[in-house]
């Protein structure tokens, strides 16, 4: 068969270009407007708009609700998650329901039927929610989970798989055995 014959080859697929995510709008509308200051008198307000990355992945803006969406990174003063996922937010407040977030630096974080990778936050609270790493001043929980927990105080019903004394020990048990695998791997090699 011949290179060039046309049969035989595969087209190349071209990637379609995405539409902007129901984030962006949501963001646009939920923008606060923001008021010209000057020396001079203002004359008019001039509305907040946020800033978007072109592929849709980074999203800026004062409020930020996101419904049924997907955004790589989100900063806000104020964040919503509802039914969506986000990459990373940095935030005063996040609110998640029945959202997923991969890594999270607020003041406020609430997590409602929603699962977070790593929060680091002032006061947390988890309703029937999931978290891998909290590290947090208050935690209060309700029906929730957490892998790894570092906080100050804590009060609700929460399933903690390790607590600070316990992940200390969790890591000092893992360099020993990495410390003994690697020197028997020198040895045999």
């Known amino acids: 068969m011949a290179e060039d014959d046309p049969s035989t080859t595969v087209p190349k697929r071209r990637r379609a270009r995405r539409k902007p995510s129901r984030a962006t709008a949501q963001a646009v509308a939920a923008a606060p407007a923001a008021a010209a200051v000057t020396d001079v008198a203002p004359e008019r307000s001039v509305p907040s708009e946020p800033a978007v990355a072109e592929d849709g992945a980074s999203l800026e803006a004062d409020a930020v609700a996101l419904r ?99 992940a200390l020990a969790f890591g000092a048990a893992a360099g020993l055995v990495f410390a003994v695998l690697s020197r028997i791997r020198r040895r045999a090699g």
């Open 68 to 166: 049924l969406s997907a955004v790589g990174r989100v900063e806000g003063s104020r964040v919503t998650v509802d039914t969506g996922a986000v990459g990373a937010v940095r935030a005063e407040h996040l609110s998640v329901d029945r959202g997923a977030v991969g890594a999270v630096m607020a003041d406020t974080v609430e997590v409602s039927r929603g699962y977070a990778r790593s929060i680091l936050a002032r006061q947390v609270q988890l309703d029937r929610g999931a978290a891998r790493v909290v590290i947090a001043a208050d935690v209060r929980a309700s029906q929730s989970a957490v892998m790894f927990l570092v906080a100050r105080r804590v009060s609700g019903e929460m399933r903690v798989l390790f607590d600070w004394r316990g």
